[in-house]
């Protein structure tokens, strides 16, 4: 196997061994170990971009029993090789913004191995050629998930929310494991490349195929934080910062999108596009109104999060592997932006998360109001930065593709205008305005710019520069000439909305702050927002069916059977052999004729039973 790809797999475990080992021996050569490990993946990572000309394409076997034989190879094509840009990039500049944020940290050791493991875990993932290997590299990437978000394990919170994220995506990777068991069954192969191809798809019943899908499906929006098995993402955010932007925000919730793509000619086969979209749809106006409403800085960005996976999704279910994937690309770097840029505010701030306890930042915090002000115009859809055109072209997606125009397509278009309102809302609260705390105002403190507004700047201009190279990106993504989806009328609708949407936040917001104040004091409006809060409740009903329903009614059942079937049993086995020894004893006798007459019937029943046998 090529060296580069070699060392691209093995350095993040090994470097994670070694972060480990020494930085139990000096707290601060954890760092830099995991800097100079981060920086020479996201090396090995470009190089192998810069000369590549085809699928890199490498298989193995992984074991074998008796006539089952399971692979486990590499395949680096236009799509891996885009999922690795993004994996190794952004976990390079997480690491290095890490420096800063994590200093006060003690056990930096167990924090940047376990950053390293998650890298290495989403390489494996992309480079996968066969649903054995990614499946690998998605429980690597579940476990480093848990592990990070409860890192400060020592408080309740982030340990339950730990707990929360591990049970939603175990519960999501069940199907995964019944879909590969399908597809062994069902087609002999794990190989996502050939499961595109119709002599393999073609070959399964439409029944099957459509199951297998959408058990993959399933699996795909446990890790991505979709509708119904959001909740974990938002509980997630009790992990430090850079682990919400760098896993919960860039890398890893998009890999439930890429498994979608990798196998797209599969689901086009099985003609499940329009679960994709219409859990995408639904998904994305659940996260845009929820985003409205919440008053911790990175909550907001969690439900920002959801409802722009959503419509990178939506590409997908709207019949275009490049819009969805283009729009996944350019979320991963403008939502990195903006959850560093919020960890840069908190740390500045002393740790506050809270939006209402802030304001007019940006006099202390220049650079960071500048490069999270790109990231907001990004993530709204304002040229020219990237989001604009990959958001365009999901929107166009869904409007001129059959099975989505309609009310797919409203709510799609919804979600994408209320991004203006949310992030403008955002921007400001933290630093627009007035001055709500004066005493967190005078405290807050102006961030490192090597260790905190580098890695922002670097994201902010990629964020604008890739909008200049759009159709080389989309065309790359493609493998081809590509033509995007058009809608005359978008792009002037979407400028109204974002013009009208600007003046309304500057207006609630800022000018008459009071005026916001008396509408949210309605009762309609009140009982509105909570709902919005609270993510209309769905975490509250999930929890109440897993309570009521599954664990009530299972331990009761269980308790029932024990009670009255094993206990009947086993009490039952007591009287039963009681019963046996009183007939037993009745045909003992102390005299001679009773017990030869006895020992007689007996002989006379063996010699029967023989007599019978050999008859037979």
Do not use: C
């Not at 499961?195 to 699996?219: C, D, H, K, M, W």
């Amino acid at each position: 196997m090529n060296t580069q790809i070699t060392a691209l797999l093995l350095l993040p475990f090994i470097g994670a061994i070694v972060t480990f080992v020494v930085g139990k021996y000096k707290k601060s050569l954890a760092f830099w170990f995991a800097e100079i490990i981060g920086i020479t993946l996201f090396v090995l990572s470009f190089s192998i971009f810069m000369s590549w000309h085809e699928p890199l394409n490498f298989d193995f076997q992984w074991f074998t029993f008796g006539a089952t034989t399971l692979p486990f190879g590499i395949y680096i094509d236009h799509l891996s090789l885009v999922m690795l840009l993004i994996a190794t990039g952004l976990g390079a500049l997480d690491i290095h913004f890490s420096h800063d944020y994590m200093a006060e940290e003690k056990d930096q050791a167990r924090y940047y191995s376990k950053i390293l493991f998650f890298i290495g875990g989403m390489i494996l993932l992309v480079s996968a050629k066969e649903l054995t290997g990614l499946f690998v590299g998605w429980e690597f990437m579940g476990l480093a998930s848990y592990l990070l978000i409860s890192f400060w394990h020592q408080n309740s919170a982030p340990a339950d929310a730990g707990v929360a994220a591990f049970l939603y995506t175990k519960f999501g990777d069940i199907f995964l494991f019944a879909a590969i068991g399908l597809l062994i069954y069902y087609t002999g192969t794990l190989d996502m490349v050939k499961l595109n191809q119709p002599e393999i798809n073609g070959s399964i019943s439409t029944n099957i195929i459509y199951v297998i899908a959408v058990f993959i499906f399933i699996a795909a929006i446990g890790k991505s934080g979709q509708f119904p098995l959001f909740p974990w993402l938002m509980r997630a955010m009790e992990g430090p910062t850079t682990v919400s932007a760098l896993i919960h925000g860039a890398t890893m919730v998009n890999s439930g999108i890429y498994i979608v793509a990798r196998l797209f000619d599969f689901y086009v086969a099985a003609n499940a596009l329009i679960v994709v979209a219409s859990i995408a749809a639904l998904s994305a106006f659940i996260g845009a109104t929820s985003a409205l409403v919440q008053d911790e800085m990175k909550k907001v960005l969690a439900y920002s999060t959801m409802s722009h996976l959503s419509l990178a999704f939506m590409g997908l279910g709207a019949s275009s592997l490049a819009v969805g994937m283009t729009h996944l690309v350019n979320h991963a770097i403008f939502k990195a932006l903006l959850f560093l840029s919020v960890g840069a505010v908190i740390m500045s701030t002393h740790h506050t998360k809270d939006v209402w306890k802030l304001g007019g930042l940006s006099h202390k915090l220049t650079l960071v109001a500048l490069f999270m002000g790109m990231g907001i115009l990004s993530l709204s859809g304002v040229p020219p930065f990237s989001g604009y055109f990959s958001k365009d072209a999901v929107l166009a997606s869904a409007l001129l593709n059959p099975q989505t125009h309609g009310f797919l397509s409203t709510l799609t278009i919804i979600a994408g205008v209320l991004s203006i309102a949310y992030g403008g809302r955002l921007w400001t609260l933290i630093f627009g305005g007035r001055v709500r705390d004066r005493e967190i105002y005078e405290k807050a403190t102006t961030p490192s710019l090597f260790w905190i507004s580098l890695p922002l700047g670097i994201m902010a201009v990629s964020t604008l520069v890739l909008g200049f190279y759009h159709e080389k990106v989309i065309n790359f993504i493609a493998n081809q000439e590509y033509i995007e989806p058009h809608a005359d009328w978008l792009l002037l609708f979407m400028m109204s909305a974002i013009s009208l949407l600007a003046l309304l936040v500057y207006y609630f917001y800022r000018r008459r702050y009071s005026l916001r104040e008396k509408v949210s004091a309605q009762p309609f409006m009140k009982t509105i927002r909570q709902v919005l809060l609270n993510g209309y409740y769905i975490e509250v009903m999930i929890t109440w069916f897993a309570k009521n329903i599954m664990v009530y009614s299972v331990a009761k059942s269980i308790n029932w059977s024990e009670k009255h079937i094993i206990d009947g049993l086993v009490n039952g086995m007591v009287s039963l052999s009681h019963k046996i020894f009183i007939l037993f004893e009745k045909t003992q006798s102390p005299k001679v004729s009773n017990q030869s007459g006895t020992m007689l019937l007996g002989v006379v029943l063996i010699v029967m039973i023989i007599f019978i046998g050999s008859v037979l």
